[in-house]
C-alpha cells in the first residue's frame, strides 16, 4: 500500500496522561493508529505485587479508562487502532476488561491478546545458562534464582502485526519491545518483509521516537522554557511512506514544538551504541539518519540502517531485594544544613543503639546542594531553609518498623526551626532488584488469542 499512514503515539510511562488518545482523534481524526506504552523496567515487578493481592490484576488498569474515552470515536465511524503493552502481567484479564465496557456500550470490533514474554519458568528450569547472567555484573542468576518475581523477554513486532493483519482494532500485549508497538503497523500497512532491515530500522527509529510521547516534543527540551503553550504540549504523529522514510510531526493545534534539536534529543535518549542499537526486529545504525525541516512542526528522518536483529532477547527480571522506607522534616532558619544534617545522624544512632543498625542508609539536605552535588559549596548564599530527607534499607522488616517510629520525634527533640513532619510516618515498602539478561529467542514463543466483541 502506498498510502502514508500515520502512528500516533498517546503513552509513555505507566502514569501518563489518560486523555490523550482522545485528544489526538479530536485534533486529528486521519490517525491509523495510536501506540501506548506503559512499561518501564520494574512496572512488572509493581504489577506482580499486584497480582498477588488480586489474580484478576496485574495490567495497567489506567489503560481501561483510555478505551473509555475513544468508545464515542469508534461508534461514529473512527477506524482508529490501537497497539499497546498495556496488558504486563495478565494481558488476557486486561483485554477482558476492555472488551466488557466495549460490550457495555454496543462497539463491536477484534481485540488481539498477545503472550509469551513471560520466561520466568524457563529461567527456573536452567538457571546456569550463561545467558542469564547479570548482564551489568555477570553474576549468576542462581544468586536470586529464589527471590525472583519476574522475567520478561522484550518480544518483537511480528506477532503484533500477525494480529493486525487479521484486523485486529486493538492488540494487547505483555513485554515487548519500546519501538516494536510502531514498527508492527507499519510492517502490517505495507506487508514488509521481516528482513527488509533498512525499512525496518526506519520503522524502529519512528518508535524510538514517539515511545517518550511529549519528550519528542519539547518535553524536557533543554528549550523548555521558550516553547509555546506548555500546557496543552501535543503528543507526536508519525507519517511514515512505504520506503520506510517518515516525518516527525504533532497536532498543529496543540503546544510544544517538534524541531531538528527536539528530534536530536530523544534520538540521543537511552541507544547505547548509534552503530548498534539493539531491537527483536533489527540491528540500528544511527550514523547515517539526516533530518530536515520541511515546514513548521515537521522533520523529515532518513538515513538508518539495519541488519538482522541478534540472536538473544533481552529480559527484564526483577527480585525481592528486602525493603525500604524514607521520612522528611522541613527545617529552617540559620545552619540549616548543618542542623538538618544531624537530626539525621541522631535518627541512625537511635537505630544504632536499638540493635536495627540498617545494611543501606543516605542522609540528603534537600535544597543545600546535595542532589545537584554540592553547588552552594561555592556559593557566598546560604539556603534558609531545607528538607532533611533521610532514608533505609533493609531485608529484616523490623529495621524498617523501628526506623518509621523515629521521624516524629524530631519535631519536638530537634533543632529549633523544625517545622514540619512532612511525609508522616514512612510506609514501609519492598525494594525490588532489577535483573538485565539475555534469553535466546528460538525459547521464547508469542501467543495470540482474539477476542471478538459484539453487539
Given at each position: 500500500?502506498?498510502?502514508?499512514?500515520?502512528?500516533?503515539?498517546?503513552?509513555?510511562?505507566?502514569?501518563?496522561?489518560?486523555?490523550?488518545?482522545?485528544?489526538?482523534?479530536?485534533?486529528?481524526?486521519?490517525?491509523?493508529?495510536?501506540?501506548?506504552?506503559?512499561?518501564?523496567?520494574?512496572?512488572?515487578?509493581?504489577?506482580?505485587?499486584?497480582?498477588?493481592?488480586?489474580?484478576?490484576?496485574?495490567?495497567?488498569?489506567?489503560?481501561?479508562?483510555?478505551?473509555?474515552?475513544?468508545?464515542?470515536?469508534?461508534?461514529?465511524?473512527?477506524?482508529?487502532?490501537?497497539?499497546?503493552?498495556?496488558?504486563?502481567?495478565?494481558?488476557?484479564?486486561?483485554?477482558?476488561?476492555?472488551?466488557?465496557?466495549?460490550?457495555?456500550?454496543?462497539?463491536?470490533?477484534?481485540?488481539?491478546?498477545?503472550?509469551?514474554?513471560?520466561?520466568?519458568?524457563?529461567?527456573?528450569?536452567?538457571?546456569?545458562?550463561?545467558?542469564?547472567?547479570?548482564?551489568?555484573?555477570?553474576?549468576?542468576?542462581?544468586?536470586?534464582?529464589?527471590?525472583?518475581?519476574?522475567?520478561?523477554?522484550?518480544?518483537?513486532?511480528?506477532?503484533?502485526?500477525?494480529?493486525?493483519?487479521?484486523?485486529?482494532?486493538?492488540?494487547?500485549?505483555?513485554?515487548?519491545?519500546?519501538?516494536?508497538?510502531?514498527?508492527?503497523?507499519?510492517?502490517?500497512?505495507?506487508?514488509?518483509?521481516?528482513?527488509?532491515?533498512?525499512?525496518?530500522?526506519?520503522?524502529?527509529?519512528?518508535g524510538h521516537l514517539i515511545e517518550c510521547g511529549t519528550q519528542v516534543t519539547g518535553g524536557i527540551s533543554d528549550d523548555w522554557l521558550n516553547l509555546p503553550n506548555l500546557a496543552q504540549i501535543g503528543f507526536p504523529i508519525i507519517e511514515m511512506s512505504s520506503d520506510g522514510s517518515f516525518i516527525i510531526t504533532k497536532p498543529s493545534e496543540s503546544g510544544g514544538r517538534v524541531s531538528v534539536e527536539t528530534v536530536k534529543e530523544q534520538l540521543l535518549y537511552e541507544i547505547g551504541d548509534?552503530?548498534?542499537?539493539?531491537?527483536?526486529?533489527?540491528?540500528?545504525?544511527?550514523?547515517?539518519?539526516?533530518?530536515?525541516?520541511?515546514?513548521?512542526?515537521?522533520?523529515?528522518?532518513?538515513?538508518?540502517?539495519?541488519?538482522?536483529?541478534?540472536?538473544?532477547?533481552?529480559?527484564?527480571?526483577?527480585?525481592?531485594?528486602?525493603?525500604?522506607?524514607?521520612?522528611?522534616?522541613?527545617?529552617?532558619?540559620?545552619?540549616?544544613?548543618?542542623?538538618?544534617?544531624?537530626?539525621?545522624?541522631?535518627?541512625?544512632?537511635?537505630?544504632?543503639?536499638?540493635?536495627?543498625?540498617?545494611?543501606?542508609?543516605?542522609?540528603?539536605?534537600?535544597?543545600?546542594?546535595?542532589?545537584?552535588?554540592?553547588?552552594?559549596?561555592?556559593?557566598?548564599?546560604?539556603?534558609?531553609?531545607?528538607?532533611?530527607?533521610?532514608?533505609?534499607?533493609?531485608?529484616?522488616?523490623?529495621?524498617?518498623?523501628?526506623?518509621?517510629?523515629?521521624?516524629?520525634?524530631?519535631?519536638?527533640?530537634?533543632?529549633?526551626?523544625?517545622?514540619?513532619?512532612?511525609?508522616?510516618?514512612?510506609?514501609?515498602?519492598?525494594?525490588?532488584?532489577?535483573?538485565?539478561?539475555?534469553?535466546?529467542?528460538?525459547?521464547?514463543?508469542?501467543?495470540?488469542?482474539?477476542?471478538?466483541?459484539?453487539q
Open positions: 500500500m502506498s498510502k502514508v499512514l500515520k502512528i500516533a503515539n498517546a503513552q509513555a510511562f505507566w502514569g501518563d496522561s489518560l486523555t490523550a488518545a482522545a485528544s489526538l482523534i479530536h485534533q486529528q481524526p486521519d490517525i491509523d493508529y495510536i501506540t501506548l506504552d506503559f512499561l518501564a523496567e520494574v512496572s512488572l515487578s509493581i504489577m506482580a505485587a499486584q497480582k498477588v493481592k488480586d489474580s484478576s490484576a496485574g495490567y495497567a488498569q489506567d489503560f481501561v479508562e483510555v478505551v473509555k474515552s475513544l468508545i464515542p470515536y469508534w461508534l461514529s465511524g473512527s477506524k482508529v487502532r490501537i497497539v499497546t503493552n498495556a496488558g504486563g502481567l495478565n494481558p488476557q484479564a486486561c483485554a477482558q476488561a476492555c472488551a466488557e465496557i466495549l460490550r457495555q456500550a454496543g462497539c463491536s470490533l477484534l481485540i488481539a491478546v498477545i503472550a509469551g514474554d513471560n520466561v520466568l519458568d524457563i529461567i527456573k528450569a536452567e538457571p546456569e545458562t550463561s545467558t542469564f547472567n547479570n548482564l551489568e555484573t555477570q553474576v549468576p542468576i542462581s544468586e536470586v534464582l529464589s527471590k525472583l518475581l519476574t522475567a520478561n523477554a522484550y518480544m518483537g513486532a511480528k506477532p503484533l502485526a500477525e494480529a493486525l493483519k487479521k484486523g485486529a482494532a486493538i492488540v494487547i500485549t505483555g513485554r515487548v519491545a519500546d519501538p516494536s508497538l510502531t514498527v508492527a503497523p507499519c510492517v502490517a500497512h505495507f506487508d514488509w518483509a521481516l528482513t527488509d532491515y533498512d525499512r525496518l530500522a526506519q520503522a524502529t527509529i519512528a548509534p552503530q548498534r542499537y539493539l531491537s527483536p526486529d533489527a540491528t540500528v545504525s544511527f550514523l547515517s539518519l539526516k533530518l530536515e525541516e520541511t515546514g513548521s512542526n515537521r522533520i523529515k528522518v532518513v538515513g538508518a540502517l539495519g541488519s538482522a536483529p541478534p540472536s538473544t532477547l533481552k529480559v527484564s527480571a526483577t527480585y525481592h531485594e528486602g525493603f525500604k522506607a524514607e521520612g522528611m522534616l522541613a527545617i529552617v532558619g540559620r545552619n540549616v544544613q548543618i542542623k538538618a544534617r544531624r537530626c539525621g545522624e541522631i535518627i541512625l544512632e537511635r537505630l544504632t543503639k536499638a540493635g536495627f543498625v540498617p545494611e543501606r542508609s543516605l542522609i540528603e539536605c534537600l535544597g543545600c546542594g546535595d542532589i545537584t552535588q554540592g553547588v552552594l559549596a561555592n556559593s557566598h548564599l546560604q539556603p534558609f531553609e531545607c528538607i532533611l530527607r533521610i532514608c533505609v534499607a533493609d531485608r529484616r522488616r523490623e529495621v524498617l518498623e523501628h526506623f518509621s517510629r523515629e521521624i516524629a520525634p524530631m519535631v519536638t527533640s530537634g533543632p529549633p526551626g523544625t517545622t514540619g513532619y512532612t511525609s508522616g510516618r514512612p510506609h514501609i515498602r519492598p525494594v525490588l532488584g532489577y535483573w538485565p539478561c539475555l534469553i535466546d529467542a528460538s525459547l521464547v514463543k508469542p501467543i495470540i488469542e482474539y477476542i471478538k466483541v459484539s
